[in-house]
């Protein structure tokens, strides 16, 4: 059995990245298990000095269910062009940590819109050294509402094309 754990980028309540990312903790193939990693707004500005015996409780959490995950999924929004602070700082805690280095990940998508902000996380992901599996994800459901957004979700194509993703991304990581 595979232990996953998704983080979705964005703190809102209705978001669709957030949506995606149970989606697929539904949708999992038998062989994987998805758990959510919910603790991204209760995180801390990342600091150097609060590193060590002084690391946030919220910060060791992440840490401790990045480094004990066989593999992390992704979903991200894109404010500005960019990655979604929050996100950022979460990876941020992870910069001096192993749990990054070579950690299989994979980057799936609630937007097409959502272009520059992949670049820059496939960016600080490979540089942080996290082994990115080429496969993505998108399923588009910017704009609709959460009812539009759980049907989409549940039909039998976009449930069919969780299942795949993550089975390729399964096999990504036990071919490593």
């Given amino acids: 059995m595979l232990n996953l754990l998704a983080i979705s980028g964005s703190l809102r309540a209705a978001s669709t990245n957030s949506a995606l990312v149970a ?43 990045v480094t004990a995950a066989d593999g992390v999924i992704i979903s991200c929004p894109e404010y500005a062009h960019g990655v979604p602070g929050g996100l950022k700082n979460a990876l941020d ?7 990054a280095v070579d950690k299989p990940a994979i980057l799936v998508h609630a937007s097409p819109r959502s272009l520059h902000a992949r670049a820059a996380l496939a960016e600080i992901m490979r540089t942080m050294s996290f082994a990115l599996h080429d496969g993505e994800l998108e399923i588009g459901l910017l704009g609709k509402r959460p009812a539009e ?23 990504f990581i036990r071919a490593r």
């Fill in 149 to 171: 957004v759980e049907a989409v979700l549940g039909g039998q194509a976009n449930v069919m094309a969780m299942h795949d993703a993550l089975s390729a991304f399964a096999d």
């Fill in 93 to 99: 805690w992870l910069v001096s940590r192993d749990a």
């Fill in 23 to 65: 989606a697929l903790a539904r949708n999992a193939p038998e062989s994987c298990r998805v758990a959510i990693h919910e603790g991204l707004g209760l995180l801390p500005i990342f600091n150097p000095d609060d590193e060590g015996e002084r690391t946030p409780s919220e910060a060791s959490r992440l840490i401790d269910a």
